[in-house]
Each structure stands twice: as C-alpha cells, then as structure tokens.
C-alpha cells in the first residue's frame, strides 16, 4: 500500500466516523417521531428516510450534486453565506452521505423505540420524571441495542458506499478519494495487487461488523422484560 | 372532608364511554370494582394524568391535578401520585435499589416521606436490593414495584390489579403487604380489581362500575349490602364485617366484636384486638320472627329489616337487615317472606350459618 492508499483508507475512516455521528443526532429525534406519532404524516416521513434503500446512488448523488451546486437553492444559500459551494469537497460528501445512509440509523433505532412501548415511560412519569428525563434515563438505555446496531451499520455502509461519492465527491485525492474510489482507480490502472489489499480490507472489515452484529446483537434478549 | 378526592370523568373511546363522578375518602383503600370492559383501567389512566380527557375534574383535598373548566391540566410527572401496574413494570437496565432509588431522587429531601431501607422491610425486599429485575420471582418483581412507587411520597397510591399476574400461591403471600400498607400507612389508594375476595379484604369504600358508569360508591359493608345493584353484583350476595378479636372462649371459640354486636368463631391464633374482617353470604342468613333457643346455630343476632328486594333470583327475595347500624344480607323464599310477613322496620332474629374469615 502507497500513501494515496494509506489516504484513502484514512479519509474513508474520518467520513465514516463524522457521518456516524452526524447520523446519531440526525437519526434519533427523527427515529423517535417516527416510533410514536400517531400523524398521518408518518407513512410518508418514512418512506422518505428509507428511499436511499432502494435508490440508485447515482440518483441520490444527481439531485444532490444539482441542490448543492452553485445555481442550486442549498449551493445558492452556502454561496450566500460565505461557505462556497459544496460538491467535490469534504463536507459535500459528509451531507451527501448522511442522507444515503439515514435509513440504516433511523430504522434499528425506530424499531428499539418501538419495542419498549409506552409503559416503562408510563413509570418513568409516574415516579416525577419529566419528558425529557425519561427520554435519556428510560429510552435511550433501553434501546441501546438499537443504537449499537444503528451505528454498526451506517459506519459500515458509510465506508462502502461508492456512487454516491463518485457523483457528489469525484476523486480527488486526500479530499474526496475514498477507499472504494481507489479500488476503482487501481483497477482502471491494472494495478490489481494494489486493488486486492485494499479490497481484501474491505472484505474482512465488513465482515468482521457483521460477525459483531449478528454475534452480540442483545435485541432479542431484551424481549418480553 | 377537605381531603376527600372528587374524580369526575367523561372519557369517550370508539363505543366505549365512561361517565363517573365520584368522591372518594382522602384515606384507606377505596376499591374500583366491576367486569372487564367496564371502565376500572380508563378510571384509574385518567387519573395518573395518562390520559387526558375534556370536561374533567380531579382534585385530591386542596389539590387540583385536572380542571378543564379553568384548563388545568398537571401531567404525570407533577402530580405525587404512585401509580402500581398489572406487570411489575420494573425498569430491566436497573438494579432494584436503582429501581427504588428512581423516583426518590427526583424529589427534594424535604418532600422525602420513606426511607429506602424502612420501605424495603416493610415489604421484604431488603436481601433482593442488589438484584436485577430479571432474576425476581413475579411476586417479588410486584412488591419491589409497589416500593418504588411508595418512595416517591405519593399523595395518592394508584393500583391496577396489581395481583392478577400472580398465581394464587403468591397472591395469599402478597395479599399480607398490601393489608400492611393499608395498616401502617396513611396514604389514600385506589384499588382497581374484578376479584371479590381481594375487594372483601382490602376495601374500605367500594365503588362499583359496570359499563363505564358507577353504579354504587360508599363505604364497602353499607354498598356490599345494597341490593338494588344490577344482577351481575348480586349474584354472590354478601357483607363484610370489620371485626376485632376480643376474647377468647371456653369450648374453643373466639369472640369477634363489630359495631352491631359480636359474633363467634372457631378459636384464632391470632393476638386479641387484631382486626380480623370476616365475610357473610346472603346464602347463609336465614331469619326468625322469636328469638330461637334451641338451635344449634350459634350466632344469632337481634336486627331490623331495612330492605326487600323482590327482584332477585326466582322464588327467593334478598332481605337487608340491621344490626345496630351494620347491614347485614339474607336470601329468604319468598314463601317464608310472605308466611312470616317480613316488612320494612320490622324486628327479626338473624341466624348466621357460616362466618367466613378473610386471612
């Protein structure tokens, strides 16, 4: 591995990360109206936050790159606010991939919310503890596994996205060129030894979330408490 | 007086529509009692502030946590209420001290009325503290819940059927701390239960529901003994007697006092002056117009007739009568009622078959 791969890897870790937590402070208000609004906008809020499941990245990326760019109404406010335009730079990708991989946050997360049901926050209220309270002392602890899995999950998806980064991000090393984009490039190149260190990486840290996932996953422990 | 609670509530759900307003005693048990369907839960969520309901009133002495007249509306959270659910309802991320701990915490110490170590005694929960909820026995996991809730001072003591998740094993273990609670502490609760025997031993006001409206709410022996309740009430016709153990006999026997009289049982083992309640049926009251001295019935007590309800099962009537102030019930033929020409005021002998002891 050369040091553009070294980059990439280390660039692929920093976005997964920030969008990860992006994601956690997204994901989670959003997570929690969906698991308890009785609105008849609910069906609608969330098959927006699922689309990204079953779009094409390319198509996510399009409208994102038109939005952002400098005649677009996002490109026009961060033009107007002194921030510049924000495909093809660091902080584009980030917003770019906080979107592709909401549904895999908020679902896990909705889904664990959704499980505790209303009594133990019945009891919380009960015993003088205000909303706010019983949502970090009651919700939150409760569906840690949610989160745990949520988390797993957007970081993982994060690191493998690939479309979505080509159409928004392009390749520009340091920048924007992350692990997957590299692949691509080292193979265009015919540099396949290169490409299967990286690839193999890849393959063995999906691997191993998913091991984690699947192995530790205390959802169904939880159960019928 | 002033501490009296008033609840009145107009709750309407798809068919279902409850319409109570009642004033309950601002102390003892007062019991919720009816079928299911017939409105007890939604009563006893409307109060909790669960649920909020318009044109309703509730109101706890001085204290108002509803008045939609004026828009109050307290939410749960403010209200001292202790709220006891069918499932012990115990957080599973805590231990059950954490669990005790959880309400308590959230009060200044002035506002504190338990400490946790007493409570725990009291309830026999001292050895689980360290536990987590998981590992409890469903009696155990129901009274560490009834703690927790007593810890957090309530005014008021909420209780949905806290027993009908136990079988009945636990349920004759359980039942001991509730009547501990309702001894030593002077905290008002409200009681929901479809079980008679658990009304019969717990209940100082009963209030009878029966399709979200209350069909009768006054102080249990006066409202058991009325008998012009809807059929599903007067089915197993019956008083309880609030006695106490006063003396002990020759041959055996224990002599019960109530405010009407006294009455004889097989001798107890408990300690003389504890309060023993005893259970009556209609069933087992039959009536003499002289006094009879050669029977081998051995409670036989002067009374009064108050009520005649011919309206009850065919060919018998269901008699109220009075000893001193305390009601009593009969089931009689109506031929003996006719034959023995039983009239309102008119002064009969009961005889009491079958006194049964609620312990």
Redesign the interface.
Known sequence: MDNADLGAVWLTFKLAAVVTALLLLIGTPIAWWLARTRSRLKGVIGAVVALPLVLPPTVLGFYLLVAMGPQGPVGQLTGALGLGVLPFTFPGLVIASVFYSLPFMVQPVQNAFEAIGE??L??????????W??FW??AV??A?PGFLSGAMLSFAHTVGEFGVVLMIGGNIPDRTRVVSVQIYDHVEALEYAQAHWLAGGMLVFSFLVMLALYSFNPLGR?AN? | MSEDIRACFHVSRGDFRLDVDLTLPGRGVSALFGPSGSGKTTCLRAMAGFDRAPDSLFTIGAEIWQNEAKGIFVPTHQRALGYVFQEASLFPHLSVRRNLEFGQKRMAVAERRFELDAVADLLSIATLLERMPEGLSGGERQRVAIARALLAAPRLLLMDEPLSGLDIRRKQEFLPYLERLHNELSIPVIYVSHAPDEVARLADHLVLLDNGRAVASGPLGETLARIDLPPAFADDAEVVLATTLSRHEADNLSQLEFEGGCIRIGRRPEALGSRLRCRIQASDVSLALDQPRTSSILNILPATISAISPNDMPGYVLVQLRVGAIPLLARITERSCRELRIAIGQPVWAQIKAVALLA
Not at chain 1, 125 to 131: G, I, M, V
């Open positions: 009594r133990p019945e009891v919380a209220a009960t015993l003088r503890a205000s909303p309270d019983r002392t009651v602890p409760l840690r939880r408490q």
